[in-house]
């Protein structure tokens, strides 16, 4: 009967306002003809109205709800139930008071929306009509070592994820999440799930659950908990849950850690450098970059490395390093691609901190500026179309993260290869030309 | 001839025409009680109150480049669509139980509460024609309909289970490039470009290419912006002629005539914004200028035959003629210029066996030489320039072919050929981030349902913004009161094929 509840209200809300709104066109010459039908709507709205006063008690009933959040949204629909019965009375047996019926059905109006508001506000929540609502940034997690994972880390999740259903208002379950104390006791089935030997919290069980099962929490197309949270949540309750516990007690993994750091948008793989401290530059800094035609974007929104990119620029050259200027600990990657730079241009870019990705394709520069390079902390080369040979590609060996070299249409000849990715194994290099063969069916693809 | 252009006395007629019957319709409801009801609603559909805050969109310069919420691996997309679903059976997904059945009738099990496009009573199952071959050291199944694809099988990464819910061409190409069976939502690449805008000014952020002599079925919404703003719809070039329709300038009409008229249009436009606050209107004026700028930059970009002659032996290209190699190399050039998103159809993959041209034993291999060594290029040269770890290449369709002969009508085909199949096909991607040579999916021995690593349209397009740097969960455009998402509830990044 209580699951009711929802549906059944929408019947005395629509045609009560109905009624009243027939009531005052009824006062015009046009409107004069829809007055008899005014009694019977009445009479259904008000049915509706009993039924959902019913309904809305039993639902209460079900303890899902705090009674004292409910109680205003009770009375007013009591008084509603009555008023919409006295009205039907009214249009039973008419008083001869000028107006009483269009007074009436006002008066009824008024409970309907206090009524329907205050019980909106039980279901959405408490801010759902106003429209500046605080808009919710995602939580990110505190990667200090020491901070305090209920209140600073775990309290924010059920906030976020748990306390619409468990919390004040409602108590799914009979389980609030609001307060260390009541997670601590628990819900209707209390803290513990299980066997004595393999006790574990209720909690960390129906967060394991799969998706598809009914006792999964949150419920199935709620937003779910991410399995970094779940690892901090099931950690923090294993440890006893208590209050006092810091990040650093749950001796979580390194992959724990560097999961909350994707959460930070920072990048989890070494495709560039972590720089917890680095600031983000301000706009105005950029716009001479962005004025002389430069692409410059950070790295993600609110990320404080660059990419900037000066591709389509075919007059860039060396003077204009000196637009880079107090912001060389922020580019990430630069692309220089088919400008008109020379050796020169690589004092400064080698004096970048944070630079991981260059493009120098189709440049003048050669093997003299590339050994300028080699206290970089170079991820990504290319090299495409420069007269690099494999004396430049020797000076690499001492970057420590190189990863790829792209040297396609460059003077490194396949046959010194050997020898160069000996002293760097780890690094990929591409000297291109591939050629594929049409004539057999199967594909072999050569190296220049 | 006359209405192929329309001259601008008889343009601005129009536009005062929609602007006269838009006051009447408003006049009208406002006079009636329904202007009561229908205002919020109309307000809804208009940017005014959905704008602002929350949305990516500045109407005055639409495609300025922005960042993704995270660091993106792939910068760019090509995405190679085979319109008409190849069978998967034939190239990728090798069952050799199904060989051993084939002839035989279809068991009735597996028709059960099934529906097809065309098969009718009980079928023959069809054994494989490929023959398949583990290749490179992934071990990748690649049959010899695709020897040369055979060669960079280490590259990709293969779905082989991916499902959808629609048999029909154009409803399951419409889920497939905008998230819904139905028309109205935006494609995969207006979402792209309305997130990350393009990096090139000259050039728009969304190309679209065709072959195969036809445009897919689902005609141009597979690559319309449905509620965004109508910049971010994809540009139908050609590779052959005038590679945008209407781009050069009319005989007797010079550039500075041109670019007066332009102007003199944009300062009309500007002055209706002034009146009417449409920010359709702001595009409209930026895709003005967008095209006067393209008039210079896109002979230059569109044009493939100044590539040198080994570029066109590798691909397979001849420059003037219509064809998906040609497309595939000009999807290169544009990705290396920063378009964000290059949209190839190809069309004619439809393998029924009703004629030679749809047959699994000629049509489909006529269609494979057609793709297999450009898409070969495609992958090897991206390579080699060092941007195929910055694009992401994805090769699929809408969906895939039963493992039963088509009996069209109950009859016998005259050639061997496969129904329509949405439960379970393979699509791969390559580069942009993705693990090369993995191999995700499996489907049970007859390649009718997936067994394990079973992944939804939805699944590859959360993949694919996932890549970009987009959580397809926020990424979202507020429209009728309430924020669309290109996966709507659904989606989940396919982790196992990331690198």
Same mark, same amino acid.
């Given at each position: 009967?209580?699951?009711?509840?929802?549906?059944?209200?929408?019947?005395?809300?629509?045609?009560?306002?109905?009624?009243?709104?027939?009531?005052?066109?009824?006062?015009?010459?046009?409107?004069?003809?829809?007055?008899?039908?005014?009694?019977?709507?009445?009479?259904?709205?008000?049915?509706?109205?009993?039924?959902?006063?019913?309904?809305?008690?039993?639902?209460?009933?079900?303890?899902?709800?705090?009674?004292?959040?409910?109680?205003?949204?009770?009375?007013?629909?009591?008084?509603?139930?009555?008023?919409?019965?006295?009205?039907?009375?009214?249009?039973?047996?008419?008083?001869?008071?000028?107006?009483?019926?269009?007074?009436?059905?006002?008066?009824?109006?008024?409970?309907?929306?206090?009524?329907?508001?205050?019980?909106?506000?039980?279901?959405?929540?408490?801010?759902?009509?106003?429209?500046?609502?605080?808009?919710?940034?995602?939580?990110?997690?505190?990667?200090?070592?020491?901070?305090?994972?209920?209140?600073?880390?775990?309290?924010?999740?059920?906030?976020?994820?748990?306390?619409?259903?468990?919390?004040?208002?409602?108590?799914?379950?009979?389980?609030?999440?609001?307060?260390?104390?009541?997670?601590?006791?628990?819900?209707?089935?209390?803290?513990?799930?299980?066997?004595?030997?393999?006790?574990?919290?209720?909690?960390?069980?129906?967060?394991?659950?799969?998706?598809?099962?009914?006792?999964?929490?949150?419920?199935?197309?709620?937003?779910?908990?991410?399995?970094?949270?779940?690892?901090?949540?099931?950690?923090?309750?294993?440890?006893?849950?208590?209050?006092?516990?810091?990040?650093?007690?749950?001796?979580?993994?390194?992959?724990?850690?560097?999961?909350?750091?994707?959460?930070?948008?920072?990048?989890?793989?070494?495709?560039?450098?972590?720089?917890?401290?680095?600031?983000?530059?301000?706009?105005?800094?950029?716009?001479?970059?962005?004025?002389?035609?430069?692409?410059?974007?950070?790295?993600?929104?609110?990320?404080?490395?660059?990419?900037?990119?000066?591709?389509?620029?075919?007059?860039?050259?060396?003077?204009?390093?000196?637009?880079?200027?107090?912001?060389?600990?922020?580019?990430?990657?630069?692309?220089?691609?088919?400008?008109?730079?020379?050796?020169?241009?690589?004092?400064?870019?080698?004096?970048?901190?944070?630079?991981?990705?260059?493009?120098?394709?189709?440049?003048?520069?050669?093997?003299?500026?590339?050994?300028?390079?080699?206290?970089?902390?170079?991820?990504?080369?290319?090299?495409?179309?420069?007269?690099?040979?494999?004396?430049?590609?020797?000076?690499?060996?001492?970057?420590?993260?190189?990863?790829?070299?792209?040297?396609?249409?460059?003077?490194?000849?396949?046959?010194?290869?050997?020898?160069?990715?000996?002293?760097?194994?780890?690094?990929?290099?591409?000297?291109?030309?591939?050629?594929?063969?049409?004539?057999?069916?199967?594909?072999?693809?050569?190296?220049? | 001839?006359?209405?192929?252009?329309?001259?601008?006395?008889?343009?601005?007629?129009?536009?005062?025409?929609?602007?006269?019957?838009?006051?009447?319709?408003?006049?009208?409801?406002?006079?009636?009680?329904?202007?009561?009801?229908?205002?919020?609603?109309?307000?809804?559909?208009?940017?005014?109150?959905?704008?602002?805050?929350?949305?990516?969109?500045?109407?005055?310069?639409?495609?300025?480049?922005?960042?993704?919420?995270?660091?993106?691996?792939?910068?760019?997309?090509?995405?190679?669509?085979?319109?008409?679903?190849?069978?998967?059976?034939?190239?990728?997904?090798?069952?050799?139980?199904?060989?051993?059945?084939?002839?035989?009738?279809?068991?009735?099990?597996?028709?059960?509460?099934?529906?097809?496009?065309?098969?009718?009573?009980?079928?023959?199952?069809?054994?494989?024609?490929?023959?398949?071959?583990?290749?490179?050291?992934?071990?990748?199944?690649?049959?010899?309909?695709?020897?040369?694809?055979?060669?960079?099988?280490?590259?990709?990464?293969?779905?082989?289970?991916?499902?959808?819910?629609?048999?029909?061409?154009?409803?399951?190409?419409?889920?497939?490039?905008?998230?819904?069976?139905?028309?109205?939502?935006?494609?995969?690449?207006?979402?792209?470009?309305?997130?990350?805008?393009?990096?090139?000014?000259?050039?728009?952020?969304?190309?679209?290419?065709?072959?195969?002599? #036809?445009?897919? /079925?689902? %005609?141009?919404? =597979?690559? +319309?912006?449905?509620?965004?703003? &109508?910049?971010?719809? $994809?540009?139908?070039?050609?590779?052959?002629?005038?590679?945008?329709?209407?781009?050069?300038?009319?005989?007797?009409?010079?550039?500075?005539?041109?670019?007066?008229?332009?102007?003199?249009?944009?300062?009309?436009?500007?002055?209706?914004?002034?009146?009417?606050?449409?920010?359709?209107?702001?595009?409209?004026?930026?895709?003005?200028?967008?095209?006067?700028?393209?008039?210079?930059?896109?002979?230059?970009?569109?044009?493939?035959?100044?590539?040198?002659?080994?570029?066109?032996?590798?691909?397979?290209?001849?420059?003037?003629?219509?064809?998906?190699?040609?497309?595939?190399?000009?999807?290169?050039?544009?990705?290396?210029?920063?378009?964000?998103?290059? #949209?190839?159809? /190809?069309? %004619?993959?439809? =393998?029924? +066996?009703?004629?030679?041209?749809? &047959?699994?034993?000629? $049509?489909?291999?006529?269609?494979?030489?057609?793709?297999?060594?450009?898409?070969?290029?495609?992958?090897?040269?991206?390579?080699?320039?060092?941007?195929?770890?910055?694009?992401?290449?994805?090769?699929?369709?809408?969906?895939?072919?039963?493992?039963?002969?088509?009996?069209?009508?109950?009859?016998?085909?005259?050639?061997?050929?496969?129904?329509?199949?949405?439960?379970?096909?393979?699509?791969?991607?390559?580069?942009?981030?993705?693990?090369?040579?993995?191999?995700?999916?499996?489907?049970?021995?007859?390649?009718?349902?997936?067994?394990?690593?079973?992944?939804?349209?939805?699944?590859?397009?959360?993949?694919?913004?996932?890549?970009?740097?987009?959580?397809?969960?926020?990424?979202?455009?507020?429209?009728?009161?309430?924020?669309?998402?290109?996966?709507?509830?659904?989606?989940?990044?396919?982790?196992?094929?990331?690198?």
């Amino acid at each position: 009967m209580g699951v009711l509840h929802p549906l059944v209200i929408h019947f005395p809300i629509a045609l009560l306002l109905l009624a009243f709104f027939l009531e005052i066109y009824g006062l015009s010459a046009t409107g004069k003809k829809y007055k008899a039908s005014i009694p019977l709507i009445t009479f259904l709205g008000g049915i509706g109205a009993v039924f959902s006063a019913l309904s809305g008690y039993f639902l209460m009933n079900q303890g899902d709800y705090e009674v004292s959040s409910v109680e205003l949204h009770r009375n007013w629909g009591i008084a509603l139930a009555i008023g919409s019965a006295l009205l039907i009375v009214l249009y039973r047996f008419p008083p001869k008071i000028p107006h009483i019926h269009l007074l009436g059905q006002g008066a009824l109006s008024i409970l309907v929306l206090v009524t329907g508001h205050l019980g909106g506000n039980l279901t959405h929540g408490e801010d759902f009509l106003s429209l500046d609502k605080p808009k919710k940034e995602p939580k990110q997690i505190v990667l200090n070592q020491d901070a305090l994972v209920y209140a600073e880390i775990i309290a924010p999740i059920f906030e976020e994820k748990c306390v619409a259903c468990h919390g004040k208002t409602k108590q799914k379950g009979k389980l609030k999440l609001d307060q260390i104390e009541n997670v601590l006791k628990g819900g209707k089935n209390g803290f513990y799930h299980g066997s004595e030997e393999g006790k574990m919290a209720l909690m960390s069980h129906r967060m394991r659950l799969p998706l598809s099962d009914k006792q999964h929490m949150p419920p199935k197309g709620k937003t779910q908990l991410t399995e970094r949270e779940i690892v901090i949540i099931e950690k923090w309750l294993s440890l006893g849950a208590r209050s006092k516990l810091l990040l650093k007690d749950l001796q979580l993994t390194e992959e724990v850690v560097s999961a909350s750091m994707e959460e930070k948008n920072m990048p989890k793989t070494a495709d560039w450098p972590l720089v917890p401290d680095l600031a983000a530059v301000s706009e105005t800094m950029l716009t001479p970059l962005r004025d002389r035609g430069m692409v410059v974007l950070p790295l993600a929104s609110g990320h404080p490395l660059l990419q900037i990119n000066c591709q389509s620029l075919s007059d860039f050259s060396d003077k204009d390093g000196e637009l880079f200027k107090g912001l060389e600990k922020n580019i990430a990657s630069i692309r220089l691609s088919g400008t008109r730079i020379s050796d020169k241009s690589l004092k400064w870019i080698s004096g970048l901190p944070n630079l991981s990705k260059l493009y120098l394709d189709n440049t003048l520069i050669t093997d003299e500026g590339i050994a300028l390079l080699k206290n970089t902390e170079l991820r990504y080369l290319n090299l495409v179309g420069t007269s690099i040979t494999e004396k430049g590609l020797r000076t690499l060996s001492s970057l420590p993260l190189l990863k790829s070299v792209y040297l396609y249409q460059s003077e490194v000849k396949i046959e010194d290869m050997a020898e160069i990715q000996q002293r760097m194994p780890k690094v990929y290099f591409d000297l291109g030309g591939y050629k594929i063969d049409t004539l057999t069916m199967e594909v072999r693809t050569e190296e220049k | 001839m006359n209405n192929k252009r329309l001259s601008l006395a008889e343009e601005a007629h129009l536009l005062d025409a929609q602007l006269a019957t838009r006051r009447l319709f408003l006049k009208q409801c406002s006079m009636g009680l329904g202007a009561l009801a229908f205002s919020p609603l109309i307000n809804a559909c208009t940017s005014e109150s959905t704008g602002s805050s929350n949305t990516l969109f500045d109407p005055t310069k639409p495609l300025l480049p922005k960042t993704p919420h995270l660091p993106g691996k792939a910068k760019s997309v090509i995405y190679l669509h085979m319109a008409g679903a190849p069978s998967q059976l034939e190239l990728f997904d090798y069952k050799p139980e199904l060989k051993k059945l084939d002839g035989q009738l279809c068991p009735e099990s597996l028709l059960k509460g099934k529906k097809f496009a065309f098969i009718r009573g009980v079928p023959k199952m069809l054994g494989t024609i490929g023959e398949f071959k583990q290749r490179g050291q992934s071990g990748a199944w690649v049959s010899h309909y695709m020897p040369h694809l055979a060669g960079v099988a280490d590259e990709l990464s293969f779905l082989k289970a991916v499902h959808t819910d629609q048999f029909n061409h154009a409803p399951a190409q419409l889920l497939m490039q905008t998230g819904s069976a139905r028309l109205g939502r935006p494609s995969l690449g207006s979402w792209v470009t309305y997130g990350l805008g393009s990096e090139n000014a000259n050039l728009p952020g969304f190309v679209v290419l065709t072959s195969g002599g #036809q445009n897919p /079925d689902a %005609g141009k919404s =597979v690559w +319309g912006s449905g509620f965004l703003p &109508s910049v971010y719809q $994809g540009v139908h070039c050609r590779s052959h002629g005038e590679p945008v329709l209407y781009l050069d300038n009319p005989a007797n009409v010079d550039g500075n005539m041109r670019k007066a008229s332009i102007d003199a249009i944009n300062q009309a436009n500007k002055e209706t914004y002034k009146e009417f606050n449409d920010p359709e209107t702001l595009s409209r004026i930026s895709q003005y200028e967008m095209a006067f700028r393209m008039q210079i930059s896109a002979p230059d970009v569109m044009n493939i035959s100044d590539e040198p002659a080994y570029i066109h032996e590798m691909y397979g290209t001849e420059p003037g003629k219509e064809s998906f190699a040609n497309n595939v190399l000009l999807a290169r050039k544009l990705v290396e210029k920063g378009v964000r998103f290059v #949209q190839l159809f /190809d069309w %004619g993959w439809d =393998v029924h +066996g009703n004629s030679t041209d749809t &047959s699994l034993e000629i $049509g489909l291999v006529n269609k494979c030489k057609q793709i297999d060594k450009a898409i070969t290029a495609l992958i090897l040269d991206l390579k080699q320039r060092g941007l195929l770890e910055e694009t992401l290449i994805v090769w699929g369709s809408e969906f895939g072919r039963t493992p039963m002969q088509e009996n069209r009508n109950g009859l016998e085909m005259p050639f061997k050929g496969r129904d329509h199949h949405a439960d379970a096909f393979t699509i791969w991607m390559c580069g942009g981030g993705t693990k090369a040579g993995t191999t995700y999916g499996e489907t049970d021995e007859i390649g009718f349902y997936p067994v394990d690593g079973k992944v939804s349209v939805y699944d590859v397009q959360a993949t694919i913004l996932h890549l970009l740097g987009f959580n397809h969960e926020t990424f979202t455009y507020p429209f009728q009161g309430r924020p669309f998402r290109l996966t709507d509830v659904e989606g989940t990044v396919i982790k196992p094929i990331l690198s």
